[in-house]
């Protein structure tokens, strides 16, 4: 027998507020209160121990880290994410530079010792044919190198690494001793280099040979990067070649060009607040010689379904990275705050809910922890789920992202109690609005947006896992307490972690998690996306 069209629309009104009715009466303080630092404090012991050799992506200790992960959930009793399983394996390719050189007049340059590039840069034979040397490589509205050079179709650009000074000592972009974005942000200039058909760049650094030591180990490393099937590899746009190079290689490229030395050259400039362009003819070589090989990592995905019927194929996301550095010159690197904190937070937070829905008061919507691998090598775990999720993206309603919850910074030195908020309103205002209700219902902890401001030059938007989420669309927060003496070097353990600290904040990643999860409707994309320049 048919219903009545008016008795059916009342019958699903009074269903669904029912529905809603006994969600809200669930309170979520007992098990957000189950996230406790003692517990925080057991797994990180074991975590950021020195059994798991730095967990470096592609190593031994990275899978045995997957491995406690997976361990943990199965003793819990929470599934895999991945169609029942723990661990999303994805494909990487290692790629290191071995005896490359260039050569200039006759004379042979060695890598490292006078130039530097990543890998992908080049292979092979790469020849310099004419040069235009275009003073710092600036095209900006407020001073540009490029005037008089729009077409460089088959030449190389030259120019000088950071920002134009007058002769009182100020950058020309900003009238003040501090650089603009052209001084550390060098995809601007590949980019203005490129759009005008050069063949590749090479950037002067003045302060090459001090630069060096800093970055040695990690131009020597191989580097990682995600070796995706066959069919997408087709759609990758091949890199653009740049190079740094010394001031030893800037004086013959400075007297091809200009018939003066490097030094000079740069001195007039900065008594005129202009850089000058000069063109050559000139040959030269670059030989880049690249080996290549390929290896396998892991995220693991830890899966609670949602109680609601009708929302439990939409996912709230809330990930941590659990890779670091590995072993730098024999010293294991535990990571115990990065992101070791994030890490075991996550598992906490899963274990709230799981016992939220042992008790029948589980999320209406389903909640996926997952932990990635890869970060460290550029953010390559996250950009593999968000290319082959497990859920689909469509019903991916947001991405909470742990990354360095344990410590202090200078700027709140003394004040435990509180955490950086990066991203909350860049694509919804309605994620943002749970979120201050979240701390202020339960935890008040002090928000700290300077993160969040779009000119900051730290770019962290950009630098953690959430931004592959984002950058589809989602709506994400990065929860981080900024970083301190620590950042990626061996003394980053976990007797140094403030745990009472981390459980609050894993405090409020539940409840903005849970108000998300049982909310009766999905944050608002109400913002656009941002893409990194």
């Not at 340059?109 to 040069?131: K, N």
């Not at 799981?354 to 990635?372: D, M, N, T």
């Not at 896992?465 to 620590?486: C, L, Q, T």
Request: hydrophobic share 35%; charged share 25%; aromatic share 12%.
């Amino acid at each position: 027998m048919l219903m009545k069209k008016g008795l059916l629309v009342a019958v699903m009104v009074t269903l669904v507020f029912h529905v809603n009715h006994i969600y809200a009466q669930y309170d979520p303080l007992p098990f957000a209160s189950g996230i406790t630092a003692e517990e925080l404090k057991e797994h990180l012991m074991v975590f950021a121990s020195d059994a798991f050799e730095g967990r470096e992506t592609g190593k031994p200790g990275q899978a045995l880290a997957a491995s406690y992960l997976e361990e943990y959930y199965k003793q819990l009793g929470i599934p895999g994410g991945v169609a029942g399983f723990y661990q999303q394996e994805f494909s990487l390719r290692k790629e290191s530079l071995g005896a490359s050189f260039i050569t200039m007049d006759g004379n042979r340059y060695e890598f490292i010792q006078d130039f530097f590039c990543l890998a992908t840069s080049a292979s092979g034979i790469v020849p310099i044919r004419d040069i235009v040397f275009v003073g710092y490589g600036i095209d900006d509205t407020r001073y540009n190198d490029y005037t008089g050079h729009d077409d460089l179709q088959g030449k190389w650009v030259v120019c000088v690494a950071g920002e134009p000074k007058t002769s009182k000592g100020l950058y020309v972009l900003t009238g003040t001793n501090e650089p603009g974005v052209w001084t550390d942000e060098v995809g601007r200039k590949m980019a203005a280099a490129e759009k005008r058909g050069a063949s590749g760049i090479l950037l002067i650094r003045q302060d090459y040979d001090s630069f060096i030591p800093r970055i040695r180990f990690w131009l020597e490393a191989p580097q990682m990067m995600l070796d995706f099937p066959e069919e997408m590899k087709k759609n990758e746009e091949p890199s653009f070649p740049y190079f740094f190079v010394s001031p030893r290689i800037g004086d013959v490229l400075s007297k091809a060009a200009f018939g003066k030395p490097l030094e000079k050259i740069i001195s007039s400039w900065e008594k005129k607040g202009q850089a000058k362009t000069s063109a050559a003819d000139y040959e030269g070589e670059i030989h880049v010689e690249r080996t290549i090989e390929r290896t396998k990592s892991q995220n693991v995905l830890a899966f609670i379904e949602g109680s609601d019927e009708r929302l439990k194929d939409e996912v709230v996301v809330i990930s941590a990275h659990y890779d670091h550095v590995g072993v730098i010159k024999g010293e294991i690197h535990n990571g115990a705050d990065d992101d070791g904190s994030g890490t075991v937070t996550a598992m906490e937070i899963a274990e709230a809910f799981h016992e939220a829905k042992l008790k029948g008061q589980g999320p209406r919507r389903s909640v996926l922890i997952l932990h990635v691998s890869g970060e460290e090598k550029g953010l390559l775990g996250s950009e593999w789920y968000t290319e082959f999720p497990a859920f689909s993206l469509d019903k991916t309603v947001c991405n909470l992202n742990i990354d360095m919850i344990g410590r202090t910074d200078e700027e709140h030195a003394g004040n435990e109690r509180y955490v950086y908020l990066i991203g909350s309103d860049r694509l919804s205002s309605d994620l943002h609005r749970i979120s201050e209700e979240a701390n202020t219902t339960y935890t008040g902890l002090q928000l700290d947006y300077t993160y969040n401001d779009p000119a900051d030059p730290n770019r962290y938007y950009y630098r953690s896992d959430h931004y592959n989420f984002a950058r589809k669309g989602i709506p994400v927060i990065f929860y981080f307490s900024g970083v301190h003496e620590d950042y990626h070097r061996p003394g980053d353990d976990p007797e140094k972690i403030m745990y009472g600290k981390m459980a609050e904040i894993g405090q409020l990643i539940f409840h903005t998690a849970w108000k998300v999860a049982n909310a009766d409707r999905r944050p608002a994309v109400d913002k656009a996306v941002e893409t990194e320049d």
